[in-house]
């Protein structure tokens, strides 16, 4: 019988983490350890507000889940549909057990997760290093500061969105991307945008409200650069959904429920002719190393939730000028910092 035990962390931000709708100053998170017999796995959930979640729920979830996970690790496809019926969505909450099978099966097996998934691991696009909103001096200054990485994503949706990306080039050559997290009504998107390309910005991240599909459509053929759809895409039936309105979709363990989810919605977002990106939310390198192992299977990465905490007890992926090397223990091949 495979037991599952919890615990919640708290993991403090290095500066402020600001969005065009929340502000995080410290990220509650939980982390589970796996046992069967002699095997272990360790999985982390990071619980976002915005899909519902908090460390309470995921705990909650947890103690619900304990019981349905039968007793081998490698049937996770069973795994899952059991705890998709024990409860809906709670993304996050499946996202760490999940997490956790794929460690404990790679180190039974004696394989870093990559390999058990049949990836390269030297196909790695570079990560993106993202810039949470402030005034527009500060974003430079910050900008300024990660010069180690030569894509920044840049957070906007406020009335300050142009001043913000003219501070920031100023002092910047890295490619830039930009998300809003929501924050424009289309006609704003597309004014933004349109005034944005003198600064060169490879993509868009979210322009409009998640559930506004004809305003990303709009938006999408009213501009010259690609829209990448994020809190519009939850659930795989967004997929087919978004593949008329956008260009890729950002995926994230914690949104869209793990890795096996992940790499179903992967295909299908490929079959709809969609880019696809993999992102984060304020992550250790625990669930932070366990996305990178599907990065060989996406377009863009921006797995940096890690670099803006600044008492990761984990060490997993490391990063050497954008660029995630995967670590080539067993399983996620984390350890705990010593
Ligand atoms: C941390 C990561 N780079 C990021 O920007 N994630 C946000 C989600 C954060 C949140 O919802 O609090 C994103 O891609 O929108
Ligand atoms: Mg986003």
Same mark, same amino acid.
């Given at each position: 019988m495979i037991h599952i035990d919890a615990k919640p962390i708290s993991l403090q931000l290095t500066t402020p983490f600001r969005i065009s709708r929340s502000v995080q100053q410290t990220a509650s998170n939980v982390v589970v350890q796996l046992k069967n017999g002699e095997a272990v796995g360790y999985g982390e959930a990071a619980p976002n507000q915005h899909y519902g979640e908090s460390a309470e729920t995921v705990l909650a979830c947890i103690a619900q889940f304990a019981g349905n996970l /039968?007793? #081998? @690790?490698?049937q996770i496809e069973d795994i899952m549909q059991r705890l998709d019926k024990v409860i809906r969505l709670n993304p996050a909450a499946k996202a760490c057990v999940d997490m956790a099978l794929y460690d404990m099966v790679g180190k039974i097996l004696g394989i870093p997760l990559y390999k058990f998934l049949g990836l390269n691991p030297s196909h790695m696009p570079r990560t993106s290093f993202t810039i949470g909103l402030d005034t527009p001096t500060e974003m430079a200054r910050k900008a300024l500061m990660a010069k #180690?990485? @030569?894509i920044l994503k840049i957070k906007v949706g406020t009335r300050h969105d142009l001043e913000i990306l003219k501070a920031i080039r100023d002092v910047s050559s890295a490619v830039i991307r930009v998300d809003a997290n929501a924050g424009w009504t289309p006609k704003e998107a597309i004014k933004n945008i349109h005034s944005f390309l003198e600064y060169g910005v490879e993509f868009v991240e979210q322009p409009v409200a998640g559930h506004d599909l004809a305003g990303l459509k709009m938006v999408r053929e009213h501009v010259s650069i690609p829209i990448i759809a994020d809190e519009s895409c939850v659930v795989i039936e967004d997929i087919p959904r978004l593949s008329e309105c956008v260009d890729g979709v950002n995926l994230k363990l914690m949104k869209n429920g793990g890795i096996h989810t992940i790499l179903k919605m992967i295909h299908v977002a490929r079959a709809h002719h969609l880019r696809v990106m993999l992102g984060c939310m304020i992550e250790s390198s625990l669930a932070i190393t366990a996305a990178a192992h599907l990065? @060989? &299977?996406?377009?863009?990465?921006? &797995? #940096?939730g890690n670099l803006l905490i600044s008492d990761d007890p984990y060490r997993g992926a490391k990063i050497e000028n954008g660029r995630l090397q995967l670590p080539? #223990?067993? /399983? &996620?091949g984390v350890k705990l910092h010593a």
């Open positions: /039968g007793n #081998d @690790p490698f #180690d990485y @030569p990065a @060989p &299977l996406v377009d863009y990465i921006d &797995l #940096d080539s #223990d067993p /399983g &996620l």
